[in-house]
């Protein structure tokens, strides 16, 4: 038996890790290769896309729910599936406000399997960890359980967060009635995006910051302005969706990287 040997290429030859494995996926462009996506413990239980599917139409009780995004992030190691919800609020008479239930799920053994009920459509990097800061119910299941028989105790778990939708839309109707000068908008800002300008360490950087400060500001003013309807402008409720908008669609591009979510995993 050769001795493994420590070489600037790694170890050779390769040394197995007892009671751990590798998950993988079958390459979407070329479906004789495999493509790793972490390291996992023994106890892991792998679950395909489909099954995760299959899971939350499960959950969803109510007739008229369908899937309306799903993708995957990365090289498929995390993953999700949305499906909208039949609760739409008209905001103000106007705004259209849209629930839905949401699975991300981690196929790298550093991410459980979790359902959401929120208001934000997942479709990026972005609107991922959004999901996961403003939700109003969430179930969390780990890769160690036939997921088929939580179906029932995620029901239990999200039912409450009927009530709470109904919470979030008297909110929101709140910020409608809520007026909103320009002056408090940027003190909103200002809160928000702090002016680092004086921790600046060149007159160049310093500039920089302020150019990037005084653009922020400016196109923030804009959304505001110009993004919304007659209805809502000047309200508290039109500078949320301004800022909202600027977070999910920087310069015009959501952040995040889209990959096809084909290909089973091991």
Request: with cysteine; glycine share 8%.
């Amino acid at each position: 038996m050769v001795p493994a040997q420590i070489t600037l290429d790694g170890v050779t030859p390769e040394i197995a890790i007892p009671d751990h494995f590798a998950v993988v996926r079958t390459d979407p462009f070329d479906r004789s290769k495999v493509v790793p996506l972490g390291v996992v413990g023994d106890r892991y239980t792998p679950y395909q896309n489909e099954q995760l599917v299959h899971f939350l139409t499960d959950v969803v009780e109510q007739g008229g729910a369908v899937i309306e995004t799903a993708g995957a992030l990365g090289n498929g190691e995390r993953v999700f599936f949305s499906m909208r919800l039949p609760k739409d609020v008209l905001i103000g008479g106007r705004d259209l406000s849209q629930h839905y239930i949401t699975v991300l799920a981690g196929h790298d053994g550093n991410f459980a399997i979790r359902v959401l009920v929120t208001t934000v459509r997942v479709v990026c990097g972005n609107t991922w960890q959004a999901a996961l800061g403003n939700n109003v119910a969430s179930f969390v299941m780990r890769h160690t359980a036939s997921i088929s028989t939580r179906v029932d105790q995620a029901r239990r778990v999200l039912a409450v967060s009927w009530d709470k939708l109904t919470d979030f839309d008297r909110a929101m109707q709140r910020l409608v009635e809520t007026e909103l000068t320009r002056a408090a908008f940027n003190e909103i800002i200002a809160d928000l995006w702090p002016d680092t300008t004086a921790q600046a360490k060149t007159p160049t950087s310093a500039a920089r910051s302020a150019t990037i400060r005084a653009n922020r500001t400016q196109e923030l003013n804009g959304l505001l302005a110009g993004a919304t309807t007659a209805d809502i402008r000047g309200t508290a409720y039109a500078g949320l969706m301004a800022i909202t908008e600027y977070l999910d669609h920087p310069n015009g591009k959501e952040r995040g990287h889209l990959r096809p979510a084909r290909g089973d995993v091991r």
